[in-house]
């Protein structure tokens, strides 16, 4: 029982004062960690960027998968997957989550596979497709890749539950700068820029693990920006600003694990960017503020663990076959490529209409709630659900699970631009979201986490299954 729910007064004070004074006794986790190297073979193709025209030239720094276990004293798990990757697509997440719930018990709500979006990471098959036109030799060196992730990534999750030990867990928040919204209004309608007067959310949430002798385990932030702090003509495989934040953590604090979530940054990039300097900079920044909150008085978080998950359909604007045999004829390759996928999904009668699109909630007693969605979210996302959730340490996450394009919110379908429509291109979908598609997927975020004891407006419960 929690100290506020104790109806004996005397109690809850002695409860509390435990709470303070013995970190052993408070152990109401077991946490494990675990991490295993990614880095593709170089030179490799890389993703992100359209503009990229060859494969990458050596190696800044090492790619990584890291998976943070958790388990509360009811026996209910969660494992957090990170990756430096682009994105993962559908198709090896659900490979991913099959294999650990036949290996590990570990169901797909208890599980969270997420990428951090550097633009230096190695092209993942299925993600961004559009973006290559890959020889024989190419697409076999991709697909080993995408199967040997698959391996790493089951790997790392059996290894991160059988590190399992007990745990404390307390949460914190602190706030860096650098992200600034790229939505940028000009006479020819929105550009991709630097728009300061945009929405942003500088929020730094910080999940701390320690173990039984109070010693740093591991540490789970996030911030809402893309890693693109360097540019489609940077050549070197490596993980943007939140490699260097990652590596600055574990420097930091020998032994433990820093495990990095993109939340809802979709039009969010690092200010200034374009340099390797930077990189380290903006890195340096966000470590420097997730160590000051480490450091600082954070919330206990207790138990128990709580999982949903939700895969809803969002609905793509009508279009018919005329528009694409009109693209096919476009001078603009990735047009050509868009055009050429969506008249094979008209050939087989199978046009793409909609797309799933995954909602998952992860909390933990009354203390911290993790929504985990899928694609680009933009800031939008989180500053309402933030709005609609008063009184909770709520995470948003993007970039979760699979990542089949741009999710705009309703504004910025209105207001038009990449986020809205010309991401698709690249993405390989048909064009636009209809207007419903934040109403659809904030209808699905209050189901999952009503599933998990939250109610909108902030009443909440403890009880509930877990
Ligand atoms: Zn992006």
């Known amino acids: 029982m929690k100290p506020r729910e104790t109806r004996v007064p005397w109690r809850g004070w002695a409860l509390a004062l435990l709470w303070t004074c013995s970190p052993v006794l408070a152990a109401d986790f077991q946490a494990g960690v675990a991490r295993v190297k990614i880095t593709p073979p170089t030179p490799f193709w890389m993703s992100g960027y359209a503009a990229r025209t060859h494969p990458s030239e050596g190696v800044e720094q090492e790619l990584w998968a890291k998976a943070l276990a958790l388990r509360d004293p009811g026996g209910h798990p969660v494992v957090l997957v990170t990756t430096d990757l682009i994105g993962l697509p559908r198709a090896i997440s659900d490979e991913v989550a099959a294999r ?33 036109d890959f ?4 697409r076999r060196r991709v697909d080993a890749y ?43 309608g929105v550009k991709i820029g630097v728009y300061p007067a945009g929405p942003v959310d500088h929020d730094v949430p910080v999940l701390k693990v320690t173990g ?73 920044a966000l470590a420097a503020e997730v160590g000051r909150v480490l450091s600082a008085t954070l919330t206990p978080v207790r138990p128990p663990i709580r999982t949903a998950l939700e895969v809803v359909s969002l609905d793509f604007a009508p279009h018919t076959r005329a528009v694409f045999e009109e693209e096919a004829k476009s001078p603009d390759v990735f047009r050509q490529r868009r055009a050429r996928l969506m008249l094979a999904a008209y050939d087989a009668e199978k046009p793409v209409r909609q797309t799933p699109y995954p909602v998952q909630a992860v909390r933990f007693g009354r ?37 089949m394009c741009y999710i705009p919110s309703r504004r910025v379908l209105q207001e038009g631009g990449y986020e809205a429509v010309d991401n698709t291109i690249y993405y390989g979908q048909p064009g636009p979201f209809t207007e419903t598609v ?24 403890a009880g509930g299954r877990p």
């Open 100 to 132: 650990v719930e036949a290996r590990f018990r570990v169901e797909r709500r208890q599980l969270v596979l997420s990428a951090s979006h550097t633009h230096c990471g190695p092209a993942v098959r299925k993600n961004l497709a559009v973006l290559y």
């Open 135 to 138: 020889s024989e030799d190419d």
């Open 146 to 188: 995408g199967a040997e992730l698959v391996d790493r990534l089951v790997e790392v999750v059996g290894r991160a539950l059988a590190d399992l030990a007990p745990a404390r867990l307390s949460v914190g928040h602190g706030a860096v700068g650098f992200a600034v919204n790229r939505r940028e209004p000009t006479p020819a």
């Open 212 to 284: 039984k002798d109070g010693s740093l385990r591991a540490v789970l932030f996030g911030y809402a920006c893309h890693n693109t702090t360097l540019g489609g003509d940077f050549y070197r495989i490596g993980g943007d600003y939140a490699g260097y934040a990652q590596a600055e953590l574990e420097k930091a604090h020998p032994g433990a694990t820093a495990l990095f979530m993109t939340l809802c940054g979709g039009d969010q990039n690092p200010d200034p960017r374009g340099t390797l300097d930077l990189a380290v900079r903006h890195g340096g």
């Open 367 to 403: 203390d911290l709630t993790l929504l985990a969605l899928g694609g680009e979210p933009v800031v939008d996302y989180a500053l309402r659900l933030k709005r609609e959730f008063p009184g909770e340490s709520l995470v948003v996450a993007g970039y979760c699970h699979d990542v």
């Open 438 to 461: 934040e109403d659809t997927i904030v209808a699905a975020v209050r189901r999952v986490t009503k599933a998990v004891g939250l109610e909108q407006g902030g009443a909440s419960s």
